[in-house]
């Protein structure tokens, strides 16, 4: 009669006992190269910035954003991307009702904001410039080396999403005269882009909330992101 001891010693015992031991071994392998292999921040938004600079993109981004007046508000707009020596952003709003018509075309040396109200548009240098209508500066959206070169990142990890696995970014900005305290962007790992960002300030309170869905590749001129209406009055400042 076998007892228990020898049940635990025959060979299929034991195989089974070392297979468990490699599997836990793998596991914890396994784990330990995927923090040996995680990317920088700084390697992460470069290949962000690289994979945005392959060819023009839109995306429409959708969330929430703090007005002048400190009220958050449902935000929606249409974003163009147009990559290379003449980088340009378009950002077309449809939300909420009081930007509705707006757009802000977005240079490496001026912004152009365009009032539909008024029928104006109103050009500033990018060091100084704003968008209208909002209570934080969103004037770096699509530039991801402006977002490296402004915030001192660190990457917290990773995460699931619905459209795959994704780094997950934090940081505080270089310049404490920015509009916002904190920062944390989601970036997909397969296609690198962005899929959200979070902007906090010093209080933990959000200031803008914002999702980026519909994303592709589009063809895109910079005549075409520059246009305005012939008879809007023009006014630099």
């Given amino acids: 009669m076998n007892t228990p001891n020898a049940q635990r010693q025959t060979p299929k015992y034991v195989d089974s006992q070392r297979l468990k031991a490699i599997r836990a071994l793998l596991g914890v392998l396994f784990v330990a190269l995927s923090w040996v292999g995680a990317q920088s921040p700084a390697e992460i938004t470069k290949q962000v910035q690289a994979n945005l600079e392959k060819a023009p993109w839109e995306a429409t981004v959708s969330g929430k954003a703090q007005l002048p007046d400190g009220s958050s508000q449902d935000l929606e707009f249409r974003l163009q991307v147009l990559p290379g020596k003449e980088q340009l952003a378009r950002v077309e709003f449809r939300k909420p009702g ?72 934090a940081g505080v900005p270089k310049d404490k005269t920015q509009s916002y305290a904190s920062m944390e962007i989601v970036v997909l790992k397969a296609d690198p882009r962005p899929l959200s960002l979070v902007l906090k300030d010093s209080s933990g309170k959000t200031l803008a909330e914002l999702n980026f869905k519909n994303f592709k590749r589009v063809n895109l001129t910079a005549r075409q992101l520059k246009k305005y209406p012939a008879d809007a009055e023009v006014v630099r400042k």
Avoid: C, H
Wanted: glycine share 8%.
């Fill in 98 to 169: 009081s930007l509705e018509g707006n757009f802000v075309v977005i240079s490496d040396k001026e912004v152009w904001n365009y009032l539909f109200l008024t029928n104006q548009l109103i050009i500033q240098p990018r060091a100084r410039a704003n968008i209208q209508g909002l209570g934080v500066n969103l004037t770096s959206l699509g530039d991801f080396d402006q977002i490296s070169e402004q915030v001192s990142l660190k990457l917290l990890g990773e995460e699931k999403t619905p459209e795959g696995a994704a780094w997950k970014l």
